[in-house]
């Protein structure tokens, strides 16, 4: 008996120090930004593409989208506020991303960039934070745009 408990304590520690040796591997920083980035722009083609189903699939059940004049709270408010948008034959604005940053832990992300009227003209930037929610799988958990205003008038 002492022999048998011997044996499962040895393999049990070896067991044990192969594991702490074991971290998950994350992938690279560009990589990453890339991944972000490569969501965004599929994110922006739900609206181009006027499917409200695909741009519902990228919201975090905890979504919250700052649009005026009041917070959005939860992936269901924020589809059924956005449907608008996708109502018409032409998509009212676009955007894409310009600026992607992620954490080292690879689990958090920030996208920026234009927002585009119909006819392409600046009209406000955005800011998204992306959570990776599975492997592979980023959703929007925080967004909120900004117009841009005009500096030079007085």
């Known amino acids: 008996m002492r022999n048998i408990t011997l044996i499962l304590l040895l393999v049990t520690g070896a067991l044990l120090s192969a594991c702490a040796g074991m971290t998950a591997a994350t992938p690279e920083p560009e990589a990453l930004r890339q991944a972000v980035a490569d ?4 994110f ?25 004049p009041k917070v959005l709270h939860g992936k269901a408010q ?8 996708y109502e018409g034959a032409k998509a009212p604005f676009s955007w894409q991303p310009e600026q992607v940053e992620v954490l080292p832990s690879g689990t ?3 996208s920026s960039g234009p927002v ?22 980023w959703r929007i958990i925080f967004d909120k745009g900004n117009e841009v ?6």
């Open 78 to 85: 924020v589809a059924q506020a956005w449907k608008r948008f």
């Open 116 to 137: 585009r009227d119909a006819q392409g003209k600046l009209i406000a930037t955005f800011t998204s934070i992306w959570r990776l929610e599975a492997p592979g799988v």
């Open 108 to 110: 958090l992300a920030l």
């Open 44 to 68: 922006a083609k739900s609206m181009a593409d006027r499917d409200h189903a695909a741009f519902a699939s990228f919201l975090s059940e905890e979504a919250v989208f700052f649009s005026e």
């Open 39 to 42: 969501t965004e722009r599929a």
């Open 149 to 154: 205003c005009d500096c030079r008038k007085p």
